[in-house]
């Protein structure tokens, strides 16, 4: 099949050519009919599969023009690295129609987005909390709306924006087309969708949680951080394959630990990203891993979440994911359209279980290779490690609720009540003693983010 068998118009099928794009992918093909049908879609799909295009091709093709100032389709996506993808997304989509698009998202001046709100839209593609203030602040209207989409539902209740999701439902018109996309189909994503509409289809690109099949996976058993770096290191000088490599570690602390480790090695090659980073910052590194300049980049799972980098050669998991689903994640950076992708896993003793989490989920094994060189395994600890417990960058502890809550992505979003029991605690309570080397008897637990 071809975009051609699609019943696309003009402008979007040369928009399509324009991109060199012939063939629509599975998740693309699926969702076209039920959505251009008017139905309420549910995408099961993961980034890479091609499904911003899913939705937003029949969202485009239903798109009339108008000359209200108001939006007829809201996108509404977690981080704000994806709203910048999703308005470039549709820009490339739209190239041949008389289409605005904007896009807001917290932690930049609210006036400029107000602004650019008022002087009238088509599209508005934002974060749920700057999308409540412009809502709240009456800057803007919902009432033209028929195409609310929701992207990586699973990534939004992750990180706690079910509050301003309701809010935001309060100011939608009731006639409305729901699209909603998420990699996982957990319990939380089906509960929110309900609160939004009672009948879907579900359209699935391959079955919840399964990796892309184009992606090789492997690991190595390595004890610690330093004979972990040490791997990185030798792979990244002696495997020329290793062209745009991306790193995943869980703190951000030990983000920039590795990065003050391999710098040295790899200098201006070498990039880092995470969420204490300014965001131009984080911009700029982006677009410099995309051009080739990094050719690694070490990152957190927060930021790397929405990255649309392409011709990622290599994922490298500096350490096991605490959740299955964002192991599933972070192996979706590379392998994405179809080009083949390898994900590497470094594994400890102590990540036995959450690997085994991982491997059942995604319904394969991940084999471990052999070291490709015994000597640079060390068992030096480094000064974290040695630390009671490290805990990943999303986490947040309890804390009371503030008494005025402002409506605000930062505050509600601490307000998440989400306790979290650190991989060591749950081994201590499961063989009373400890199970690495060099660990500590345990202190007082620091409640600190990383
Ligand atoms: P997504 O899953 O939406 O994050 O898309 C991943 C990448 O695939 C993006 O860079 C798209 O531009 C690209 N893409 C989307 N649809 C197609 C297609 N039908 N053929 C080839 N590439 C595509």
Sequence with gaps: ??????????????????????????????????????????????????????????????????????????????????????????????????????????????????????????????????????LKDGILKLKQVKRLILDEVDEMLDLGFRAQLNDILEFLPRKRQHLFFSATMIDEVLETIQQFTDHFEVVEAAPSGAPLENIDQYGYALPNFNSKANLLEHLLQTEAGFRKVLVFVS?????????????????????????????????????????????????TDLVAR?????????????????????????????????EQGVAITFHAPEDAEALAAIEALMGRSI???PHPAPRLLSDELIALEQE???????????????????FHEKSLKNQKVNVRVGRRDKMMAKYKKPQTRGQKPRGKKKGRKS
């Design 367 to 369: 084999p471990t290779l």
């Design 1 to 134: 099949m071809t975009f051609e068998d699609l019943n696309l118009n003009k402008p979007l099928l040369s928009a399509l050519d324009d991109l060199g794009i012939t063939t629509p992918t599975a998740i693309q093909e699926k969702a076209f009919g039920p959505i251009m049908a008017g139905r309420d879609v549910v995408g099961i799909a993961q980034t890479g599969t091609g499904k911003t295009f899913a939705y937003l091709l029949p969202s485009l093709r239903l798109w009339q023009f108008t000359k209200s100032p108001y939006p007829q389709i809201l996108i509404i996506v977690p981080t704000r690295e994806l709203v910048l993808q999703v308005v470039g997304e549709v820009r490339k989509l739209s190239a041949y129609l008389n289409l605005e698009v904007v896009g807001v998202y917290g932690g930049t001046n609210l006036k400029v987005h107000k602004a650019e709100v008022e002087v009238g839209l088509d599209v508005i593609v934002g974060t749920p909390g700057r999308l409540v203030d412009l």
């Design 388 to 406: 009671p417990e490290y805990v990943a960058e999303n986490t947040v502890f309890i804390r009371p609720a503030p008494e005025n809550a402002a």
């Design 306 to 338: 929405g990255l649309d980098v392409s011709a990622v050669t290599h994922v490298v998991n500096f350490d096991v994911s605490d959740t299955a689903e964002k192991h599933i994640h972070r192996v979706g950076r590379t392998g994405r359209a179809e």
């Design 251 to 299: 703190t951000k602390k030990l983000a920039d630990i590795l990065y003050e480790r391999l710098e040295p090695t790899f200098g201006e090659a070498l990039g880092v990203i995470h969420s204490s980073k300014s965001q131009n910052f984080r911009f700029n590194t982006v677009a410099a891993f995309e051009a080739g300049t990094y050719r690694c980049l070490i990152a």
